[in-house]
């Protein structure tokens, strides 16, 4: 009757059972989480931005600013052109004087056309280069 | 814009001087992060070690493979170190110091590093050996696909200065540097630029354990000091282009007053690092596979960057602030 008990046994678990097995992955966490590395890089980025955006204003305003100078200095330069050519008109109608002073009835100034019509000087003078 | 013979002479000799020692610069930061000497047997510190290197790869014999192209065979690194070479000229070193100041800088520099598969494809197909024919296909699949990431990343850094010329990029970094901006898109660029350089990670074509040394594998003595001498060439010219691109090229922060020599000086450190941050990544990674090395070029990095082309100019029109 012993025998027949000790066979009967069952091999059952512990009472209680098994503590369940841990078979998930058990990794620190190292480091920021994502939402702050996303938060903190959109934040440097923010700001790049913003700091390109003003070099990019300003670079703007330096090119208009320099246009606007550019237009407003047309006047003073074209006044400049017109009294160096009528400078350079005397000295030339001064040298032509010069040169054809023993050449009787030679009337210095004098149109070489043949028209009463108006003709303008076929040579532009251009400040030197310096 | 004078391209004289000897202002040529004045950039490539120290670049040939720098590309040697970044060789064992290379090998000495390798050896310390792993725990190793590194060169120490050649002059002090190994300090002559790549010109016992040279030395030894000038004098050699250059083995010709039976049945190779010979003509192809011996073009091929010529035309790869002629590429790397000639990407230095629109690089302005100080103010207004390019060798010639191109308007389109940056679009020379993206044609030549398109031209350089040339010279990959000629060594794999020229040597008739199945190593060096995989390797170059390789390197060609690579070299052409993250062509698109890298034209796309310059594209949008071209966006917000409006100018392809590099002296107007780096002008335009006065008030920040790109890197500030454009933070999230620099990893991109890390990643992009070496897998552009066929470096550890992403340096399939040399896989030693598969490919022996991938597309000039048959390639010996001169011929290969060309390969060289090309490949840690196109890395030091990476780098400066990143430092110019995102790291403001030769100003230093705030309104400091410079001079050209320290303005070398600076974009000299700012590349310096970019390099030691290329060599550092070859010690840190294992290889990726060649599947996973596509994928992460079409799936993931194209797909990003059509999304930041449209984002960029779409926060400068927004804000109306554009150029």
Partial sequence: ?130 | MTLSFLDSLILVIPLLGSIAYLTLAERKVMGSMQRRLGPNQVGSYGLLQPLSDGLKLLVKESVLPSQANKGLFYLAPFITLTLSLLGWIPIPFAKASPLADMSLGLLYLMALSSLGVYGVLLAGWSANSKYAFIGSLRSTAQLVSYELPFALLILIVVIIPGSLSLSHIIEAQEPVWYLVPLLPIWVLWVMVVVAETNRAPFDLPESESELVAGFFTEHSALPFAYFFLAEYGSMILISVLSSILFLGGYLLPGDISTSPVLESLVLGVKSCFLLFLLIWIRASFPRVRFDQLMYLCWAGLIPILFGLVILVPSILVAFDILP
């Fill in chain 1, 1 to 130: 009757m012993d025998a027949d008990k000790t066979l009967r046994t069952q091999d059952l678990p512990r009472t209680g059972g098994f503590p369940s097995v841990r078979y998930k992955r058990n990794l620190p966490k190292k480091g920021p989480s994502g939402l702050v590395l996303f938060t903190v890089l959109g934040a440097i980025s923010v700001y790049g931005f913003y700091r390109v955006g003003q070099g990019n204003l300003e670079k703007r305003e330096l090119r208009r600013e320099h246009l606007w100078s550019r237009i407003h200095l047309v006047p003073l330069l074209t006044a400049e052109l017109d009294r160096d050519t009528y400078r350079r008109n005397c000295a030339a109608l001064a040298r032509e004087a010069e040169i054809m002073k023993d050449v009787p009835g030679w009337k210095v100034g004098e149109s070489v056309y043949n028209t009463k019509r108006y003709v303008g000087p076929t040579q532009i003078v251009v400040p030197e280069q310096s």
